[in-house]
């Protein structure tokens, strides 16, 4: 070895000295390790991946394993990181949008896989409050029902939240209509449209009364003392009807006593003949015997000739040949 190149080793190793740590220094700063996909941390001795972490006691779990090192390793300091949750999330980061109102132990109800996706076998609103949250309530934020200033006890009763609903609704008008407060009678959780109104009690819904409109029974919004009565409703209809024309015929106004309860049409009626017309024969059209539009007028003469039916009756005391003296002696139309 020359005498030149002996003495130039003392500086050669005086320069790496200095210029080492300084090219980890800036490889550190320009984002080694996990801040760059396939990248390793650039720390003496130690050649990190998420796997050689999974090694460490704490496996880096959910998002964790997606984050840079910075993310938790201030400055590259590896040693004497935290691996408390709260420590992190709130003592270095304050990332805790409720300021430790819910308490300083996140991994009591969290996982990293997201904040929001709080494991249900550690917390379930529904276990622990005794309101489970469906439909609409499930996307909500829980500032939306508790408010900004804390985490007290809510009502579970609809009402409480909803008043202001029940009171603006103009479709129908639920204060006028006096519905009742209980919500989940007519409503789910799911959104305020489609409720469903259970029709008991003295007028059930049935047929095409199912599946009409409210207002086309309770005109305006009015529902507080709407009449059950069929004509309340359908008196222009019995009015206009002239086959048979039951103004004329004097039929009752009770339309259930012909029509029946199962309000699945008009037609298909089946009024209570005195007289035995079922069937027989006398089992005919309506108009053989009832020949006006007044059903209270009916003749027998039709089909009994006078030839025929004077013949039947010599000797019969009192006999005349007219549809009153046939029904009188023949109210059941036999012999």
Not at 204 to 232: F, I, K, M, N
Not at 316 to 324: D, E, H, L, P, R
Request: charged share 20%; proline share 6%; net charge negative.
């Amino acid at each position: 070895m020359t005498p030149s190149r002996i003495k130039s080793a003392p500086a050669i190793a005086l320069a790496a000295a200095f210029v080492l740590p300084l090219l980890l220094v800036l490889g550190a700063g320009t984002g080694t390790g996990q801040d760059r996909p396939g990248a390793k941390p650039a720390v003496p001795g130690q050649d990190w991946t998420a796997e050689s972490h999974d090694r460490t006691s704490f496996p880096l779990v959910g998002k964790h394993r997606t984050l840079g090192c910075r993310e938790c390793h201030i400055n590259l300091v590896f040693e004497g990181t935290p691996t408390d949750c709260e420590v992190c999330h709130w003592q270095r980061r304050q990332d805790d949008r409720y300021s430790l109102r819910l308490g300083t132990r996140c991994s009591d109800c969290h996982t990293p896989q997201s904040w929001k996706k709080v494991d249900p076998a550690l917390w379930s609103h529904e276990v622990n409050v005794g309101f489970r949250l469906e439909g609409v309530h499930r996307t909500l934020d829980c500032e939306d029902c508790h408010g900004s200033g804390g985490f007290t006890a809510q009502s579970p009763d609809c009402f409480a939240c909803h008043e202001s609903d029940y009171r603006s609704t103009r479709d129908p008008n639920h204060v006028e209509a006096g519905f009742p407060t209980s919500c989940p009678s007519c409503h789910d959780q799911r959104d305020w449209e489609n409720a469903s109104f259970e029709h008991t009690g003295e007028f059930v819904l049935q047929g095409r009364h199912a599946s009409a409109s409210c207002s086309d029974c309770h005109e305006g919004g009015v529902y507080q003392g709407t009449s059950p009565e069929c004509a309340s409703c359908h008196l222009v209809d019995y009015q206009g009807t002239t086959d048979p024309n039951h103004s004329a015929a004097g039929f009752p106004l009770d339309c259930e006593q012909c029509h029946g309860t199962a309000a699945t049409g008009w037609e298909g009626a089946d009024f209570d003949h005195a007289f035995p017309i079922a069937s027989g024969r006398h089992s005919v059209a309506c108009s053989e015997c009832h020949q006006t539009s007044d059903y209270r007028v009916f003749t027998c003469l039709g089909c009994h000739g006078q030839t025929e039916t004077n013949n039947r009756h010599s000797g019969v005391t009192g006999y005349s040949y007219s549809s009153t003296a046939c029904y009188a002696c023949h109210p059941n139309g036999q012999g």
